[in-house]
């Protein structure tokens, strides 16, 4: 058994009732192999957690380089395939490393927004997702979080139908323009299921 697999079937036995968390759309998510860039919204600290014990692959999240720095959380993160980014700037190396990960075939977790939103509500999305959807030819499939993180209160993870990629790789659209429409399908899946 992985260090991955061991965790994520620890927290699953711990978050899952905590949060009464309720997946949705799980038959949207491809189960085959094949790279897929999974775009989510950021409401709470715990969402790479949530919406990694939510699919039915392992996910490779890009964390903030902050987290990495503490002591033991560091280690930890890194072994449940994580692996940093730094925030507010053109971060190369993270960006080589997921393009790699989408093109060995694994799941690329990401959340454009960038950073948590205070309010809860769906903020912008950075050009990063567009990149990574344009420059591979992975699966996009948005996913949507909505809370509230309150102990035992319904808390779900909806999976939306992976996003027609291909005419907007042909006709080389912009990774702004891409993330825009990610963000959108994100935005629909949080009204439709509030």
Known sequence: ??????????VNAIFKPWYRVQVIGLENFPS??????L??????????????????RP???MAKEELFQVPVLGGIVRKCNAFPVKRGMSDREALRKGL????????????PEGTRSKTG???KGLAGAGFFALKTDAM????AVIGPYKSFKRLKVVFGKPIEMESLRQE????????????????????EHR
Do not use: Q, W
């Open 140 to 143: 996009v499939v948005p996913c």
């Open 121 to 123: 509500e769906l903020g």
């Open 59 to 61: 996910v490779h999240f």
């Open 32 to 37: 085959n192999e094949g790279g897929i860039l």
């Open 172 to 191: 080389k659209a912009s990774a702004e323009h891409v993330t825009e429409l990610i963000m959108s399908e994100i935005h629909k899946l949080i009204k």
């Open 100 to 111: 790699n990960v989408l093109k060995e075939g694994h799941v690329l977790g990401l959340f």
């Open 39 to 56: 775009c989510s919204n950021h409401i709470n600290n715990f969402d790479p957690i949530i919406v990694g014990i939510s699919t039915p």
């Open 1 to 10: 058994m992985t260090f991955y697999t061991f965790a994520r079937s620890v």
